[in-house]
C-alpha cells in the first residue's frame, strides 16, 4: 500500500512541475513515506532524516532548496513529536491527507517554517486525481483501508483510521486504466481487503447495495487484458463463503492466499483480539483447499507477544506444521505506544523472543524450500515483469508469487510464457522458456 500511495503522491504533485529522480542529492522535495507497524521500521524514519538534513545542507551551501515532508503512519501517530526531534521537517502528513500535499508545498515554500496537517478523517479516494503514471506488468490498486478489528498490539486502526470501501465502479474504472496501460496483474489492497464493501457500480448511494470482495473480484476478471488477480492483506475473520467460493471458480485469481494467523495459542489469539481460535483458522485452511487444492499459503506472525509461555509457542510450531506454509513472515513483539498490549505486564525477555523466532523462522524457512522445490521440473505459466540482474535476463512471477529467473529477450516482458523449472532455492525458482518469445504478438 505505502508504493501505491507514493505513486499516488506523485501524481499529485506532477501538475506542479515536480517529477521524480533517482537519488535525494538531486532532489528539490524528499519526502519519506513511512510505517509504523513495528518499531524498528518507525526509529528508521529519525535516522533517514538525519541523512536527508545533511543532503538539505550540502545542498543549500550550493544555493538550492531542499523541502523535506514525512508521509504516513509515523506522521500519523507522530506528528507532534515529530516537531520535536525532528524541527527541520518542513511537511508532515497523514495518509489520508495526500490530496493535500501541493497546497502544503506552496504554503512551506511560500512562508517557511514547519506545516503539518491536523490529522483529519478525510476519505482521500474522493479527491485524489486518478491515476495517470503506468505501473508495469504487475499494478497494485488500493479497494479498501483502515481496520476495525483493532487487534492489541496493532496501531492501524490509529494511524489509518476506520474501515473504508471504495466505490465498485471506480475500482472497475482504475484497473480497466492500468489494463490499457499495460497491466496484465493486479493486486488488491487493503489494510483489511476481504472486508470490502463497496457500493455497486449504479447503486442507489453509499446505503444501497454494496459489494463484497468476491464480486468485485469476479467483475475484475471480466476485464479483458487482465489476467491475473491477487489481494493482500486478508483477516481469517474476513474469508465469507463467497469468497472461498471465488478462489475455486475464478481462473484469474492466482493460487496463492496470504492469511495472516499471528500465534497458533488460543489463549495468544484471543489477548490479541484476533477473534478466532486455531482450530478455527484450521476448519478455514480445509475449506480454502477444499476449493482451489493448488492454493499456497502464507501468513504472518509474532512471536513473544506478552505472556506467551512456551507451551504457547509450541502450539504456533504445531499449527504451522499442519498447514505447512509457502511462504511465511515473522516478527519478534515490538510493543507499539497507545495499544493496549504495549501496556500489559508480562512482557517476555527480548532473548527468549529471539531463541523462539530462531526456531521458527528455522521450520518456516524449510517449509518454503520444500515448496519451492515442488516445482522443479514441472511447467508453470510466468509473468515477465522485469530485467534480471544479468544480461539476457528476465524475472517473473509464478501463480504462487515465486520470482522466476530465466533467459528471454525484452520482447517478453509484460508477457505470460510457460516456463520449465530446473532449479530452486529458498526465495525464487529458475527455469528456461518452453518456446522462445515472438518479437511481436502478430508474430
Known amino acids: 500500500m505505502n508504493v501505491y500511495d507514493s505513486a499516488r503522491m506523485a501524481d499529485v504533485l506532477a501538475p506542479q512541475g515536480y517529477a521524480p529522480v533517482d537519488s535525494p542529492d538531486d532532489a528539490d522535495m524528499v519526502i519519506l513515506n513511512t510505517c509504523h507497524i513495528r518499531e524498528k521500521a518507525a526509529e528508521k524514519v529519525y535516522s533517514e532524516l538525519g541523512r536527508i538534513r545533511q543532503i538539505r545542507d550540502r545542498r543549500a551551501a550550493l544555493g538550492r532548496t531542499t523541502v523535506i515532508a514525512v508521509a504516513g503512519c509515523v506522521a500519523q501517530a507522530e506528528g507532534q513529536e515529530m516537531r520535536v526531534r525532528a524541527p527541520f521537517v518542513d511537511i508532515v502528513l497523514g495518509p489520508q491527507t495526500y490530496h493535500r500535499l501541493p497546497e502544503m508545498v506552496a504554503r512551506t515554500t511560500r512562508a517557511g517554517g514547519v506545516v503539518a496537517t491536523d490529522f483529519p478523517v478525510e476519505t482521500k479516494f474522493d479527491e485524489l486525481p486518478e491515476a495517470s503514471a503506468p505501473q508495469g506488468p504487475s499494478a497494485f490498486l488500493t ?39 499495460g497491466s496484465v496483474e493486479i493486486t488488491l489492497l487493503g489494510q483489511n481487503v476481504n472486508a470490502y464493501r ?12 454494496r459489494w463484497g470482495l468476491a464480486r468485485l473480484i469476479r467483475a475484475l476478471a471480466e476485464i479483458g487484458g487482465l489476467a491475473r488477480i491477487r489481494y493482500t492483506t486478508s483477516h481469517p475473520r474476513d474469508m465469507d463463503d463467497a469468497l472461498i467460493a471465488a478462489h475455486g471458480e475464478v481462473a484469474a485469481l492466482m493460487p496463492f492466499l496470504h492469511l495472516p494467523l499471528q500465534s497458533g495459542a488460543d489463549r495468544i489469539l484471543a489477548a490479541m483480539n484476533r ?64 495499544t493496549p498490549a504495549a501496556l500489559a505486564e508480562d512482557q517476555v525477555p527480548e532473548e527468549a523472543k529471539t531463541e523462539r523466532l530462531h526456531r521458527l523462522q528455522a521450520l518456516l524457512w524449510g517449509q518454503q ?35 522466476v529467473y530465466l533467459e528471454a529477450s ?27 518469445v515472438m518479437e511481436d504478438a502478430a508474430a
Open 143 to 181: 479497494v479498501q483501508e483502515g481496520c476495525d478489528k483493532f487487534c492489541t498490539f496493532c496501531v492501524v486502526p490509529y494511524t489509518r483510521g476506520a474501515e473504508f470501501s471504495r466505490p465498485a465502479a471506480q475500482i472497475i474504472a482504475e484497473a480497466k486504466k492500468l489494463v490499457a496501460q
Open 198 to 209: 463497496g457500493p455497486a457500480p449504479g447503486g442507489p448511494g453509499p446505503d444501497g447495495e
Open 275 to 338: 477473534g478466532y481460535r486455531a482450530g478455527d483458522y484450521l476448519a478455514l485452511v480445509e475449506r480454502l483447499r477444499r476449493a482451489r487444492p493448488e492454493l499456497a499459503l502464507s501468513s504472518d506472525f509474532i512471536v513473544g507477544f506478552p505472556g506467551e509461555t512456551e507451551a504457547d509457542f509450541q502450539a504456533t510450531l504445531e499449527l504451522v506444521r499442519a498447514v505447512n506454509y509457502a511462504q511465511a513472515f515473522s516478527f519478534k513483539y515490538s510493543p507499539r505506544p497507545g
Open 369 to 403: 524450500l520444500r515448496f519451492n522445490r515442488s516445482k522443479v521440473g514441472a511447467t508453470i505459466p510466468v509473468l515477465l515483469e522485469k530485467a534480471g540482474r544479468h544480461p539476457g535476463q528476465l524475472v517473473g512471477r509464478s501463480p504462487w508469487l515465486q520470482p
Open 410 to 436: 525484452a520482447a517478453g516482458l509484460g508477457r505470460i510464457v510457460e516456463v520449465s523449472v530446473r532449479a530452486a532455492t529458498l526465495n525464487s525458482l529458475s527455469g528456461r522458456l518452453v518456446a522462445p
